[in-house]
């Protein structure tokens, strides 16, 4: 969802524009929605996708155009838009491998459900391979909307005590991890700890409902663990801080200037490294970052990634670099390249809107 409120920001000062609905199928993408200030927009739970409830829940919202981002592709109200004559953008569009060869195993009912897509916008030079491969006659690239960095909302910042804590810290983030990586993260810690006697190894794992189980293991490790949500006041004898809320990964990347993203040193195809990035910090990764390899490529080539082969490794890596700024001039290139995006994408969009404001 953050990838786009810089674009719902833009869009709101067109006084074409009454009202933009945005839909998601998760609590948490809700929870996230309500900290934002906006003012035409607002939010409701996205319809099982069924026929009769697609038709329900358009005749009620009746919405001049439909934009759906990245791998949302619903085959129910797909049709139902189509029925009714109303332009479907795919924004944001991204396909990997795997879901093509899924797709396209289908082709019958694939072609099907992609032909009802009025105009795509792959985010990526692999998506919009697969997107003419699977016969999306109006394609047009303009670029990642992750690259567009939002200063929207107030929430990015920890509370003034828990920031005092890590300011007299040495910190650095390894996060989306997933199993097997905070074993390595923590591994990392305690080598590093034997130089950096005030740090503090801030680990977000992808999903959060495994933060207990991590706390356990790392415990048996002989390292002090300590819970976000437990509203810590003092933060001395921490060594691994585990974030087991959501939507808070921001604040922290905020507190240093490493970040290892995980799923690619166990698992397979990575996490997307740009929100880190656009903060400033070097982004340190394992091999496997087959999802995101024209993200890791741009990045890469602005010399702000750092490829990991095994725990050792990161150890060195983190010696190497822990002591160095944050590279604001990287920063400042990805957020010129955002900034062009996020205005191509928001004259697309209000052209389309205007056109189809003058049919009625």
Same mark, same amino acid.
């Given at each position: ?30 929870? #996230? ?5 906006? +003012? ?5 739970f996205f319809p099982v996708d069924s026929i009769f409830l697609s038709y329900k829940f ?8 439909? #934009? ?37 195993s289908i082709k019958y009912f694939s072609d099907c459900i992609f032909r009802n897509i &009025? ?12 997107? +003419? +491969? ?15 960095? &939002? ?16 300011? &007299? ?6 996060? &989306? ?24 190894? #801030? ?14 293991? *790392? ?6 663990v300590v819970l976000h949500s437990s509203n810590p006041k003092n933060l001395k004898t ?50 496997? *970052? ?50 062009? *995006? ?14 189809? *404001?003058?049919?009625?």
């Amino acid at each position: 969802m953050h990838s786009i409120v810089p674009l719902v920001y833009a869009l709101e000062k067109n006084k074409s524009i009454h009202q933009i609905l945005i839909t998601s199928s998760t609590l948490s993408s809700a929870q #996230i929605f309500k900290k934002f200030k906006f +003012k035409k927009t607002i939010h409701q739970f996205f319809p099982v996708d069924s026929i009769f409830l697609s038709y329900k829940f358009l005749n009620y919202w009746k919405p001049t155009i439909s #934009i759906f981002i990245e791998s949302e592709i619903w085959p129910g109200i797909f049709r139902v838009l189509n029925k009714k004559k109303i332009p479907l953008l795919l924004l944001n569009a991204r396909i990997t491998k795997k879901t093509f060869n899924r797709w396209h195993s289908i082709k019958y009912f694939s072609d099907c459900i992609f032909r009802n897509i &009025s105009k795509a916008y792959p985010q990526n030079d692999e998506t919009f391979k697969y997107l +003419k +491969k699977l016969d999306i006659p109006n394609i047009k690239k303009i670029g990642n909307l992750k690259l567009v960095n &939002s200063q929207h909302g107030n929430f990015n910042k920890l509370n003034q005590n828990l920031l005092k804590n890590f300011n &007299s810290k040495k910190i650095w983030c390894a996060s &989306s991890t997933h199993p097997g990586e905070e074993m390595i993260c923590s591994k990392v810690h305690i080598d590093l700890k034997k130089k950096y006697k005030n740090l503090i190894t #801030i680990i977000i794992p992808r999903h959060i409902h495994r933060a207990n189980r991590i706390a356990e293991k *790392i415990r048996n490790l002989k390292l002090n663990v300590v819970l976000h949500s437990s509203n810590p006041k003092n933060l001395k004898t921490t060594d691994i801080y585990l974030v087991d809320t959501y939507g808070e990964t921001k604040k922290f990347y905020q507190l240093t200037n490493l970040v290892f993203m995980g799923k690619s040193l166990v698992g397979n195809g990575g996490q997307n490294p740009l929100e880190p990035a656009m903060l400033g910090a070097t982004v340190l990764h394992g091999q496997n *970052i087959g999802n995101f390899t024209d993200t890791y490529k741009l990045l890469n080539k602005l010399k702000i990634t750092q490829l990991v082969k095994n725990t050792k490794h990161l150890t060195t890596l983190m010696n190497k670099l822990i002591n160095k700024n944050n590279n604001e001039k990287n920063y400042l290139k990805i957020e010129k390249i955002g900034k062009k *995006i996020l205005n191509e994408t928001k004259d697309e969009i209000n052209i389309l809107l205007n056109n189809e *404001i003058k049919k009625t």
